[in-house]
């Protein structure tokens, strides 16, 4: 489904390189999990792949079912079935949850011959929706993030993240800002959502988000790039030991700092 | 592409109102003096007493400043190269439609204000101004059935003389400003409206304002008088053709609530604003007020304003009798070169008066957006109040944005609550739309219609969509 080949991202018209050849294959049904410490290039690859106009791929390609992605813009891509769930999700004052989501869901619907709604049936359509992440309806009628608190903002990515069911689900740090019982209630509906025709890829800082959603790969990315490959047991390991042990392989592999 | 370098590629959608249509005119001097005075008055087959009111005006006027107070920057009008009459040379009585020429017809129905009733928007009845005259007056029998009159303020001067004598300047004095002093003098129509006693008014009336002619000045007069316990909804929408050279617009806006009465006047602008880089636009240069006369009144503005090369434009209200209220909501959007400075006065002079300001000024491209309030509370307003809030968004790096509020209190009971805030839509807020799976244009127009909300749900529900639609067509491209 995703496919990343020696990807070489800068920041545009600055010359800062951030990802510094990253390779991934991600396929339809799995779920892949990237660590790493801050600042090593997580959030950027999953702004790169949504195609955030502030960087600039200067070598290296994406692949989406096949196809480089690199010249289109974020809502094609979006359309293509792409979603980003935002580590900090914007504010829209004004703009209410349910008028950008109907909105949303409409312009992806045209675009893949899908059935738009109408307010009513979109109101139906969302009833399970709002039950798989249990949020509250009052929410749909508030001004898209504005004013939620940090959880609330990761739970309302996941709830678009549902209304819209796209193939490609690149979550970034959405644990991080859930309470306990949230964070279950979230990675619960993560799980149902996940199918055969999709892929999610989970960015975290926490072995304990993979408690409740078992990855099917784990990557570690540092410096710029991805130093190792596993399975789930490469969460616990580094759950264990840090990223130290693993700070030689990033330089072996290349320059990185 | 980084953020300045995509916020600064400005393109801007083509202004599809910038035709112009090709009417023969009357013949009519240029520039001013007090034959040319006496000539519009002439031309316009006025009684004595509309004659010395103009010459008193021109008189104060050539005695008067041109005002620089403000913040913006152009060239001043050049008033001896300017044509103060342009009426189209086959303008008969305009008692059918089919009198009107059909070639006006023509730019109306382009302009989506069809003058047949039939084709109309329900319950909207339109006064449609070209150039210098009112050229039709839609559903006037309807309204006369109400009572309501609704015609053309040069109709008004010969058919309600008593109305208009009374009223007209009672508001906005020929000697207020330099602007409304040159008004007064040349005021060429514009439309009058009269709500009776215990009216309320059945229809939204409109006057459609259209700048044709390339040289002509645009000097609308307006005039509503809401009787005790009547309302009245009133929205003016405004295009004009693309030229090269600047075109005055200087209009001058007259209303009167009497006692329990209520008006709404909205005001949709979009003249045209000059091209990118600043060649040619309308300068908006209007004088806009409204009195609470009668106890427990109610003056409301609400305007859209998203032309002009250069807006300056302060609708005020006189809160005149006890527990009267003003409102003013304001959406003023500058993009390319534009620069309006827009803003309110309430002046407080009744006891338990109430005043609210809600202002949105939205900046893109090198544009200057200022918002400028006065709110004056007298001696004896008691318990006055007066709410303010002023937004400005900036849509770029090289826009500005200012706030200006002035507040004068003469009485300690009075209460005053000020917000203001400036945000700028960032590059993250449109990506943010875009992985949503909007077009960057539909993020900018949602983004800029959640900021303006406030303001346009106050516009009659008629002309909400539309309105809806010019902010999107606005800024259009307006993020590279
Ligand atoms: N627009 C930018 N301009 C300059 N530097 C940037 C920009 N975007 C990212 N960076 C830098 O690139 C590096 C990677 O940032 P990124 O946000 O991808 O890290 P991350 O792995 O997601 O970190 P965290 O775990 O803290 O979320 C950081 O050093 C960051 O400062
Ligand atoms: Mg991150």
Not at chain 1, 125 to 131: F, G, Q, R, T, V
Not at chain 2, 37 to 53: A, D, G, H, Q
Request: aromatic fraction near 8%; charge should be negative.
């Amino acid at each position: 489904m995703l496919e990343l080949k020696d990807l070489h991202v800068e920041v545009e018209g600055e010359g800062i390189e951030i990802l510094k050849g990253v390779n991934l294959k991600v396929k339809k049904g799995e779920i892949h999990a990237i660590m790493g410490p801050n600042g090593s290039g997580k959030s950027t690859l999953s702004k790169v792949v949504a195609g955030h106009p502030e960087y600039e791929v200067t070598k290296g390609d994406i692949l989406f079912e096949g196809e480089s992605i690199l010249e289109l813009d974020p809502d094609e891509r979006a359309h293509k079935g792409v979603f980003l769930a935002f580590q900090y999700p914007v504010e829209v004052p004004g703009v209410t949850n349910n008028t950008l989501l109907r909105e949303s869901y409409n312009t992806i619907a045209a675009s893949m011959g899908r059935e738009e709604l109408d307010p009513l049936e979109f109101e139906d359509y969302i009833k399970d929706k709002l039950d798989l992440v249990q949020m509250d309806p009052e929410f749909l009628n508030r001004s898209v993030n504005t004013g939620f608190s940090g959880g609330e903002k990761k739970r309302n990515e996941i709830f678009q993240m549902a209304v819209l069911q796209p193939k490609l689900s690149l979550l970034d740090e959405t644990d991080s800002g859930l309470d306990i019982d949230a964070l279950k209630i979230v990675s619960n509906g993560i799980n149902q959502l996940h199918g055969e025709d999709d892929a999610v890829v989970l960015i975290t800082h926490y072995q304990r988000l993979l408690n409740y959603i078992t990855p099917d790969y784990v990557h570690v990315m540092m410096g710029g790039k991805i130093v190792k490959s596993g399975e789930k047991e490469l969460a616990l390991e580094l759950e264990e030991k840090g990223y130290d042990w693993l700070e030689d392989l990033a330089t072996v592999n290349g320059e990185a700092k | 592409m980084s953020e300045t370098k995509a916020l600064e590629s400005m393109i801007g959608e083509e202004y599809k109102y910038g035709f112009t249509t090709d009417v023969e005119y009357e013949d009519f001097p240029t520039g001013i003096n007090e034959d040319v005075v006496r000539l519009i008055s002439e031309k316009k087959n006025e009684p004595e007493w509309m004659t010395e009111f103009r010459l008193k005006a021109f008189r104060a006027w050539k005695e008067m400043e041109e005002p620089d107070w403000f913040n913006a920057t152009y060239e001043k009008p050049k008033f001896d190269k300017l044509q103060y009459y342009s009426a189209p040379k086959n303008k008969p009585k305009l008692d059918s439609l089919d009198d009107v020429d059909p070639k006006i017809r023509e730019t109306y129905e382009k302009l989506g204000i069809p003058l047949e009733e039939q084709k109309a928007l329900a319950g909207v009845a339109v006064d449609a101004v070209f150039d210098s005259v009112s050229i039709f007056t839609t559903f006037k029998e309807k309204l006369a059935e109400a009572g309501v009159i609704f015609c053309s303020i040069s109709e008004a001067i010969q058919n309600h003389p008593e109305l208009v004598k009374k009223y007209m300047g009672s508001v906005v004095p020929a000697r207020d400003n330099f602007y409304a002093a040159l008004n007064s003098a040349v005021f060429s129509d514009g439309s009058f409206c009269y709500v009776p006693k215990d009216t309320i008014c059945p229809m939204e009336l409109s006057t459609y304002f259209r700048i044709n002619n390339m040289n002509s000045g645009q000097f609308e007069r307006t005039l509503i008088i809401a009787e005790e316990n009547s309302h009245v909804s009133y929205l003016e929408g405004c295009t004009a053709p693309m030229y090269d050279e600047h075109q005055l617009h200087a209009a001058v806006v007259e209303l009167v609530a009497l006692e329990n009465a209520e008006i709404k006047y909205s005001t949709i602008q979009n003249w045209y604003s000059g091209d990118e880089d600043g060649k040619g636009g309308i300068y908006n240069f209007v004088t806009k007020r409204g009195a609470c006369r009668g106890d427990n009144s109610k003056i409301s503005w609400t305007q859209l304003e998203t032309g002009s090369a250069v807006t300056l434009k302060y609708p005020s209200v006189i809160l005149q009798g006890d527990n009267s209220v003003g409102e003013f909501y304001s959406v003023a959007v500058t993009n390319n070169r534009q620069q309006a400075d827009t803003g309110t006065k309430m002046i407080h002079l009744g006891k338990n008066t109430k005043s609210t300001i809600i202002s949105k000024g939205i900046s893109a491209g090198k544009s200057d957006n200022s918002y400028r309030g006065q709110v004056k509370f007298s001696k004896k307003a008691d318990n006055a109040r007066n709410y303010s809030q002023c937004d400005s968004m900036l849509i770029g790096q090289t826009c500005g944005a200012h706030t200006f509020p002035y507040i004068e209190s003469a009485n300690p009971t009075a209460k005053v609550e000020h917000e203001a805030t400036t945000s700028r839509v960032g590059e993250d807020q449109i990506f943010y739309l875009q992985q949503r799976g909007l077009s960057e244009d539909d993020a900018i127009s949602l983004i800029v219609n959640g900021f303006a909300k406030e303001v346009l749900k106050e516009l009659p529900m008629e002309f909400a969509v539309e309105a809806n639609k010019l902010l999107g067509i606005k800024l259009e491209g307006s993020v590279g």
